[in-house]
């Protein structure tokens, strides 16, 4: 298991792996199901081997899932992970509703804005890409500056590993990088709005792996 994903409601939380799909279950653990919903008995055929991890999924299904987002009404799940693509499903209908792609590598974070305005998502090439959830088409990007380490093969770029939106303000996304580095972007005019960097207890810096704005206080960010 790569990641977890509470839905806005509370009702499901979304869980997402190797295997290449979303489970969702109820708080109490029952499995509520799976997206894509194959058959765990498939042939040894359809499997495929990760080359980062070492693990196997259904490749015929989904490629692993590092990332999960729900929507603000819980109808449809964002995922994310070694494709450079972010699928979209309706949970109501369990289908996949549409693919959001422009990244040049594997997608790490991704995430809804208030008001299902955009989904951005994020990734080893170090870009913050926004999609309207409705046509699908890129409508906004913004690109971190060169960092000193980079977890991609695009030479000068730290990949990002976790976006969050603030519940206080509409259009400020947060996001964690490999350069060590907590980053705040201004959504609306699609520009970096400050940069926080973190050091290790030796003075190096230290990758970031998560960032996430405070439900209460409107200025702090963890």
Known sequence: M???????????LACGGADGRAHLLKPSGELLGRIPDASPEASADLYARDTETGTTSLS?????????????GSRYLASAGAAAEVTIWDLKRKSKLKSLV???????????????????????????????????????????APGASTSSGLSGFSGIAALHYSP??????????ADGAVRVWDTGVR??????????????????NDARFSPAAPNVLA
């Open 102 to 144: 422009g990244h040049a590598d594997a997608v790490a974070a991704v995430a809804y804005s208030p008001g299902d305005q955009h989904v951005a998502s994020a990734g080893r090439e170090g870009r913050v890409i926004l999609h309207s959830p409705v046509s699908g088409l890129v409508v906004g990007e913004m690109q971190q």
């Open 60 to 72: 015929s299904v989904a490629p692993p899932i590092r990332a999960l987002a729900f929507s603000k």
């Open 2 to 12: 790569h990641c977890i994903q509470w839905s806005p409601t509370n009702g499901a």
């Open 191 to 208: 520009r970096l709005a400050a940069t926080l960097s973190t050091l290790s207890e030796t003075g190096n810096t230290s990758a970031v």
């Open 168 to 177: 206080h303000r509409r259009q400020m996304l947060a996001s964690a990088s």
